[in-house]
């Protein structure tokens, strides 16, 4: 059985090297490999099937590569399962980050991965974040996703000495409850210039008033024209990778940005993206964002 | 769930959502201080920095008692606190003695209100050996005229830990203090707290004195709107030894966080929002929109991927 899983290739300088979705078949007992990875999983097995009946993002390690795995929770039922191998060896760059609960009900760093990043390290190692602290205690707070660009000069990025001196250039935070309405984990990915995990973030939500879905918080680090675009673009049910995530509640990956994501695709095709992922965000049984990441 | 296992016996002071609005010139409440969060454990020592005019003091009398609060709430050894308590004491940045009064009279005000059971010898007892304690066993008889300022301070510091507090608030006691009065004033409360296990609260504007004093370090964020930045938790022993903390390997690193915070903190974070910019965050409003509507949500109708789409499109395929 495999520890760290087959699935869709990363060609480009990023510390993600595959990306799998797996999704939750009838019985409700077993993931399957959706649109790309392999295999299937009972729950319980292998870091996929851990991540699934835990309900919490892990993450595992095998040498140099290690393995986020992301469960996408509605309530107690688990959607589907995100992997993304990361390699932390040779000069990859970037950081995953699990923050939990610790007795003060504060969050402490409770599992990581780090590539190259030793002073963020270190420091981290000290740092607590009460709810409404620094990135992951507003996603506590907010209960909701969160991107942050332009760390090295965000005021609401705490770690900024760390962000400068290491090249950070974005983050998303993402939630995980418990049983609601506690928090249980934020998770939070942490960009480099060199390495990114990928190269555009976004949160999708619904748009109360139009009903339709649209970008509540995004980077697209020196991809400019992306931006533009996007910023005013508004998609229905089952319309791009936010819509396909909303429509199915659970993630979503494809290596057809051009087909998929009108009307930017063809911005997405011109810089050189060569993949999305959408990741649901639930709070409870209620479908709150997609978190989006183009590599 | 952290939460259901862990005893709340750990949580000694806890702070929670605190917020304070003062009316500004208009008339119009300004929150000062917003959300701010932070639990103590008991004995422990916590110091906050923040700008001046973040409200580190607004949320110290807060939980001193002496400072209505505007939302939240602050708890102490599991019971909410209601006004100021004989579990509390302050010592602001200047002590506020009755110049009429030595120092051992000044002392014993506090001493004779606290401790009404003893005897007056006892209660004399308790006076001279904090007064001792903080290196005044030959000034029990002099006035606050013919002491100095760290003299004053020592008094104050001496006052108010004789009515043995379960919690210790310090306001900057050492601002107006010359850096070696300063050093000697941190040692003495450290040996005093060292023998006593007080948890305390110390206001600080130096950063240095923030990471030698405490065991953890509360940063506040720049007002209005202040809030906990983060929380440092530091790796020293107590007692604590000063050659020990600046030769740590961290202590560079933990005091670089410190000052970058603060730097950060300074530049007030309003820069000119550039049209063309490749990154936004309308959260706030998002956050604000859905939990005013939460509950017209029409549930979601899950309708099951197409066929297509099923396939693998993966890496292979
Ligand atoms: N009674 C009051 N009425 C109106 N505003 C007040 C009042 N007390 C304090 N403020 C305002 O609240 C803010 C926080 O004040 P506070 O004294 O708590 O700050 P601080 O962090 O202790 O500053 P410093 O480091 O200078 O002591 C300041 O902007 C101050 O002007
Ligand atoms: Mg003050």
């Known amino acids: 059985m495999p520890l760290a899983v087959a699935g869709m290739e990363v060609a480009g300088r990023s510390l993600v090297r595959s990306i799998a979705v797996y999704r939750r078949d009838e019985s409700g007992q077993r993931l399957v490999a959706h649109c790309c990875g392999e295999g299937i999983f009972h729950l319980g097995e292998g870091a996929v099937g851990r991540a699934g009946a835990e309900g919490t993002p892990t993450i595992e390690r095998e040498g140099d590569i290690a393995t986020v795995a992301v469960p996408s929770m509605q309530g107690e039922v688990c959607r589907g399962v995100t992997t993304f191998r990361c390699d932390t060896g040779g000069d990859f760059r970037g950081a995953c980050e699990v923050w939990r609960r610790n007795e003060r009900g504060e969050l402490g760093l409770a599992e990581n991965l780090y590539a190259g990043l030793d002073r963020l390290e270190q420091i981290t190692k000290y740092v607590k974040f009460p709810r409404r602290a620094g990135l992951p205690g507003r996603v506590w707070d907010d209960r909701f996703p969160r991107v942050l660009g332009a760390l090295q000069d965000s005021k609401h990025f705490i770690r900024v000495a760390a962000a400068r001196t290491e090249q950070l250039t974005s983050a998303v935070g993402i939630p995980f409850m418990g049983r609601p309405p506690e928090l249980d984990a934020v998770l939070l990915l942490l960009n480099t210039k060199q390495t990114p995990i990928a190269k555009a973030m976004e949160v999708w939500a619904r748009d109360l008033t139009t009903n339709q879905l649209r970008i509540v918080s995004a980077d697209y680090g020196p991809y400019t024209a992306l931006a533009s675009v996007s910023r005013r673009l508004s998609l229905r049910h089952g319309e791009g990778l936010a819509g396909r995530v909303f429509r199915d509640s659970a993630p979503y990956a494809t290596h057809d940005l051009l087909g998929k994501e009108f009307p930017r695709g063809d911005c997405f095709a011109e810089y050189g993206f060569e993949q999305g992922v959408g990741l649901p965000v639930f709070i409870g049984a209620d479908l709150v964002a997609s978190v989006n990441l183009y590599l | ?317």
């Not at chain 2, 939240?72 to 100021?84: F, K, L, S």
């Not at chain 2, 006593?196 to 950063?207: A, C, K, L």
């Not at chain 2, 007030?268 to 509507?293: C, F, I, L, Q, R």
């Open chain 2, 1 to 317: 769930m952290a939460e259901s296992l862990s005893p709340t016996d750990r949580r000694y002071v806890e702070i929670y959502n605190l917020v304070k609005a003062y009316p500004n010139p208009y008339g119009e409440a300004v929150r000062v201080v917003d959300g701010f969060n932070l639990v103590l454990q008991k004995g422990e020592v916590v110091s906050v920095i923040g700008h001046s005019g973040c409200g580190k003091s607004t949320v110290l009398t807060m939980l001193a008692g002496l400072n209505e609060i505007s939302g939240g709430n602050i708890a102490v050894a599991g019971r909410e606190i209601a006004g100021p308590g004989p579990d509390r004491a302050v010592v602001f940045q200047s002590p506020c003695l009755l110049p009429w009064m030595t120092s051992l009279e000044n002392v014993l005000l506090g001493v004779d209100r606290v401790y009404q059971h003893g005897t007056k010898r006892q209660r004399r007892e308790i006076a001279e050996h904090y007064l001792a304690a903080v290196g005044l066993s030959d000034s029990f008889h002099k006035f606050p005229r013919e002491m100095s300022g760290g003299m004053q301070q020592r008094v104050g510091i001496a006052r108010a830990i004789a009515l043995k507090p379960r919690v210790l608030l310090l306001d900057e006691p050492f601002g107006r203090l010359d850096s070696l009065t300063r050093m000697d004033l941190q040692d003495v409360i450290l040996r005093i707290l060292d023998r006593e296990r007080i948890t305390t609260m110390i206001i600080t504007h130096d950063v240095d004195e923030a990471i030698y004093m405490s065991d953890r370090v509360c940063m506040m964020t720049s007002g209005p709107n202040a809030r906990v930045g983060q929380v440092l938790d530091l790796p020293f022993e107590r007692p604590r030894n000063r050659a020990a903390v600046l030769e740590h390997p961290m202590y560079y690193d933990l005091r670089g966080a410190l000052v970058s915070f603060l730097e950060e903190q300074d530049h007030g974070g309003a820069k000119p929002k550039d049209p063309d910019t490749s990154n936004w965050d309308d959260t706030m409003h998002m956050v604000e929109a859905m939990s005013a509507t939460h509950h017209e949500f029409p549930a979601y109708t899950l309708a099951e991927p197409t066929e297509a789409e099923n396939q693998l499109i993966g890496s292979g395929a």
